[in-house]
């Protein structure tokens, strides 16, 4: 090729407008959104609800591709997790809860089986009892990574979003919420509102981001169909031997009371475990050199609302550091 022609090529080539990573993805997300619309359309969400719920919807949101790859649950230790989110100012501000809501939180105890204070504790590491409740409009969220994949459930819970809009069990204004598009006080995300709110105080409406029995009512909707066993504790941290076999540990390796007493695990303490043939998994979330738990039944119910092992923890260690509280009348 001549130089001169080839200076030519190179000088036109530049002269081009060049598409960055954003318009590139943008590009691509449009014909996705609109492969979205018609499933929504399909399923018979109308028109206008679509036209709505997806007019500021015009590319992915950085911020929430951010926080789903980097979440605390999955990146810190859990003694670390526990510290920062199971802090003197949560634990203080629970009992005041506690006080300041008594019927209420003892209406749910009585009606659901939940104790006061688990619901309490999960109010406080949910949305800080109320004060941070996301201010993200739920269908970018919830489009952001449903386009993203790595996640499928997500593009389920946005076509679970535009239903509620489209029922108007819930409105467009308070479809704000995480990064993850979890929703009002108890950070539910839309299949979990349709599925466990409730109406606490018998107006006829289930509102979880302002009216506080219908908070506390749907914790402990959730926690019950969770399969939470009334009259059971979650758990406790322990002592182990230090050759205890890893073996033994994990999960889905429940042994009694008694024979985890036989094989000289302690109460944190120093006592002896009470002896009964009530089962439990001993788990060491940080590793055999970390804190060591005994987790019962109702830990499970736990991690049915969040899969994070150290999340479950921090609801059952806030909720023992309120127990000494009243329980309420």
């Known amino acids: 090729m ?18 960055t990573p954003a ?37 992915p949101r950085a911020r929430v591709l951010h926080q789903d790859r980097h979440q605390a649950e999955t990146k810190e230790q859990t003694r670390r997790y526990l510290a920062r989110r199971v802090d003197r100012q949560r634990i203080e501000e629970g ?31 949910e949305s800080h009892y109320g004060r941070h409740r996301g201010n993200i409009p739920v269908f970018q969220a919830l489009a952001t990574l449903a386009y993203n994949g790595r996640r499928p459930l997500f593009r389920r819970e946005l076509i679970e979003a535009l239903h509620l809009l489209d029922q108007k069990q819930v409105s467009l204004a308070h479809l704000t919420g995480s990064w993850a598009g979890a929703m009002g006080q108890c950070q539910f995300l839309p299949s979990s509102f349709r599925h466990y709110a409730a109406d ?8 979880i981001w302002g009216t506080l029995p219908d908070v506390f009512a749907s914790i402990a909707n959730y926690l ?40 000289g695990v302690r109460q944190a303490d120093g006592s ?21 738990y005994l987790v019962y039944d109702n830990f499970h119910a736990l991690l049915r609302w ?7 923890l921090a609801v059952g260690t806030l909720a023992d550091a309120l127990q000494e509280e009243a329980t309420p009348r």
């Open 2 to 19: 001549p130089v001169a022609l080839g200076l030519l090529l190179l000088l036109l080539t530049l002269s081009l407008p060049q598409s």
């Open 23 to 59: 318009e590139t993805t943008n590009t691509a997300f449009q014909p996705w959104l609109e492969e979205l619309r018609q499933e929504a359309l399909a399923e018979g969400i109308h028109p206008d609800t679509l036209a709505a719920a997806l007019a500021t919807v015009k590319a």
């Open 95 to 125: 009992r005041t809860m506690l006080k300041r809501y008594p019927t209420w939180l003892g209406r749910m105890e009585q009606r659901y089986g939940i104790p006061h204070q688990i619901i309490v504790a999960l109010w406080g590491l």
């Open 200 to 207: 606490g105080n018998g107006d006829g409406r289930r509102d």
């Open 224 to 263: 019950k169909q969770a399969g939470w066993c009334s009259g059971q504790d979650w758990g406790q941290r322990v002592q182990r031997p230090d050759r205890l076999d890893s073996t033994f540990t994990g999960l889905g390796k429940p042994r009694s009371l008694y024979q985890w007493h036989e094989l």
């Open 272 to 292: 002896v475990l009470p002896p009964e043939e009530r089962s439990a998994a001993l788990i060491e979330p940080d590793g055999p050199d970390g804190n060591a």
């Open 306 to 312: 969040n899969r994070s092992i150290a999340f479950a």
